[in-house]
């Protein structure tokens, strides 16, 4: 048994929060947002999970103090915008022997550091001393699957391989199936691209095109994602792994996802801006444009999807112009 | 303009047979089946894709001889079981320029031959000093897209990287994109074990798991895939390429594939035997299940969900017990 604090509750937060209290831990949810805990409490059901009931040992605190303090894990599971805020909020109570996890995905604009090393810097901004435990956990799962303990797997990716190891433990179930890998940078680098493609892949099926290109949108995404992190040093096989190609499928494939949604729409024709304030959320594929492009200029990596994608959210390129400018780009080797 | 000849008039035969017309080749489209031609002759148009209407300017034959002689490229497009017997049958007629394509995907049991290996091997064996010019044809084609024009990529691969490049000329236009690898073994390997996965797939859904679930199979699977591969001396980027994981994906996640709807029944709890049946065609995954044993016990190589289908349509395995033995393996890292 751990006690273990997840920050931030939305469905993927309180999915996790569930399920580890389901196998016995001692999980205490906090949230920035007052009416969320309130709501948690008195409910003991997510709003947008409503067939999954939140077990009663589950504790709920607004006080960020006492989520972190005397605990074995904290789950970071805000959005990736707040990472940097709630991080540098915790740093004054984190330990050597915590592990901290972070869940959320994406590459900050301008720094270009990825969740986990955002967590480090204001971790080490702090306490320059403290001996710091950090863990990516990443891979295709939708919370809603997990809150009702569909199978899934999922990848812990730590450059420590010890505490990634006891995630690893403590997040395997008969439903949760857990692979350690040690390149966390491929690992955040796979979540926060992958929406790109996933927009992509929307504009392709908005366009009225079919199965043959979704799979084409996929395949030669990973590609190019897997060209930048192969620039960038990390292993190819995480590339092809959970947190790579899996977590690609379900984010490219399935109608949930917003990026998907917002890049169909542009694909019929709504104008960008319009089709982002339609799916009314954060499209992340949108905001992780511009430090893709810098990574792709900085390693001097080809990146046609990225750029096309790009191309046509923010320069007007016509949906359909840009994908026969893919279609008919110089013939290559796969290899 | 080429002169080719397809052999075999099903539904990707027929396909390709109309974008090569298309694109202005000469084309000639031969059948063992006399009634095929028959019907395409009179009707312009194949049973299964009514959509799509044959230009006049292909030809048909129902004579092997004149399917062969004098063309630049030929076209093996039967099904994988016929893959010998026609290569033995136009043998006699093959000549050092000509170009040898192989559409058909499949290992055959006990010779563990892949298709081109068994049409190189008829070849030779009618002619020991014939130059021959392979390549296989492989990637995410749902035949019903290619048909109507919707855009498409696919991979030419031989050996000989001077008639794969030929086939990329051949074939590229603006709604195929065409790459080569010379990779011929690992395109052939993906191309006969996808349908296994694709089973499992199937089987997973059936038994009301989801997205996360599907999006982890496709994956393991086709790092299992890949392992054997590797062993096998192919190259690692094909398993991540279009006729390695995009061809997985397009099989694994259509209601149309016949591999998944099977296993979607056996999920359901329909025996095995009686799923088969009920599906009423060729169900490759089941025939390729033999090979793939066999070369994962020749390889030394760790295939769990290629066994776990292999117990479940061949020794009784429960579906349930099959998905909770892979879901609780010993715990490992993804590299």
Redesign the interface.
Known sequence: MKKISVLGAGTWGVALARMLANTNNDVTVWSAVSSEIDYLEENHRHPNLKESVIPDSIKFTKDIESACKDKDIIILAVASIYVRSTAKNIAKYITDNQIIIDVAKGIEDNSLLTMTEIIEQELKNYNPNLKTNIVALSG???A???AID????I?SASKNIDSAKVV??VF?N??M???????VKGVELCGALKNIIALASGV?SGL?????????I???G??EI?RLGLAMGC????????A????L??TA??KHSRNNTAGHLIGEGVPPQEAIAQVGMVVEGVNALPAAIELANKYDVDMPIVFMVNAVINEGVSPLVA??T????K?????
Chains 1, 2 share one sequence.
């Open positions: 295709p799962t939708h809603e699957e997990v569909l199978p899934t797997t990848v690893q433990d395997t008969t439903c199936r857990v692979y350690t890998n040690e390149d392709s009225g095109y079919g199965d043959n290109a979704t799979a084409a996929i395949t030669r990973i590609a897997s292993n190819m096989q995480t590339f092809l792994g959970l790579g190609i899996g977590d499928i379900v494939t399935s994908v026969n893919l279609m008919t780009r013939k290559k080797s796969e290899i």
